[in-house]
């Protein structure tokens, strides 16, 4: 079965403070990794998608990064306005799969 | 372009009525999933429908649960009876199928009391 596992759950930096977020996951076979932010009362809305080890992004103060068994959403320089609950999830390779399995995600608070 | 949308998006019932959800995909995306989003649990998938048929619907909590998708652009997620354990937000998300970006309705929230 499919795993997921997000750490920290909550995390408060100070505007400006770096810090990074841990997507580790358990698939067979991965397929692709996504990002997630959710704002309160609000959908999910997509940031980023890897696919192979060593793969990175970037966009704006954001960079996720991929291992074979961990993803990393590194913030840098955060602002308040990066405060968010941020989702990780895999898809596995099986053969027409489409299925997320999501984390529980990591509370982002940017304090100003 | 309209994203996805929900209706409603907050359904207060009581225990044993019938609840029904409504989503409309993005135009153009033949894939559609419906998640539920509780504090204990995260974010899970319910089912999943491809070109209007269901793919994955292994979970789905119990047969209370039904959904259908009747043409591309309209599906229904369906409790019946609904019990307080139901209580939650639920999303639909559309994509264009295969490793395409799912992109999430703003959601239901449901209070069943």
């Known amino acids: 079965e499919d795993q997921v596992t997000q750490s920290p759950e909550a995390l408060r930096l100070q505007e400006g403070e770096s810090s990074s977020l841990n997507c580790s996951y358990t698939?067979?076979?991965?397929?692709?990794l996504f990002w997630y932010r959710q704002d309160p009362g609000k959908g999910p809305e997509f940031l980023f998608t890897?696919?192979?080890a060593g793969e990175e992004k970037e966009k704006e103060r954001l960079k996720a990064t991929l291992t074979k068994k961990e993803s990393f959403l590194h913030i840098t320089a955060p602002k308040p306005e990066d405060s968010a609950t941020y989702l990780c999830?895999?898809?596995?390779?099986?053969?027409?799969?489409?299925?997320?399995?999501f984390g529980t995600g990591t509370r982002l608070t940017i304090i100003p | 372009d309209a994203g996805v949308i929900q209706s409603p998006r907050h359904e207060v019932t009581e225990m044993g009525q019938e609840v029904t959800l409504r989503c409309k995909p993005i135009?153009?995306?033949?894939?559609l999933f419906w998640y539920r989003q509780t504090m204990m649990r995260g974010l899970e998938l319910l089912i999943y429908?491809?070109?209007?048929?269901?793919?994955?619907d292994s979970g789905m909590p119990e047969d209370r649960f039904s959904a259908k998708m009747p043409n591309a652009s309209f599906s229904t997620l369906k409790i019946q009876p609904s019990e307080p354990r139901d209580s939650a937000v639920y999303f639909c998300?559309?994509?264009?199928?295969?490793?395409?970006?799912?992109?999430f309705g703003p959601g239901t929230r449901l209070l069943v009391l």
């Open positions: 998300a559309s994509s264009s199928g295969g490793l395409e970006t799912q992109y």
């Open positions: 999830a895999v898809q596995a390779s099986n053969f027409g799969n489409e299925k997320l399995t």
């Open positions: 890897l696919y192979s």
């Open positions: 698939v067979s076979g991965l397929r692709g």
């Open positions: 429908f491809n070109n209007n048929v269901p793919i994955d």
């Open positions: 135009s153009g995306h033949n894939s």
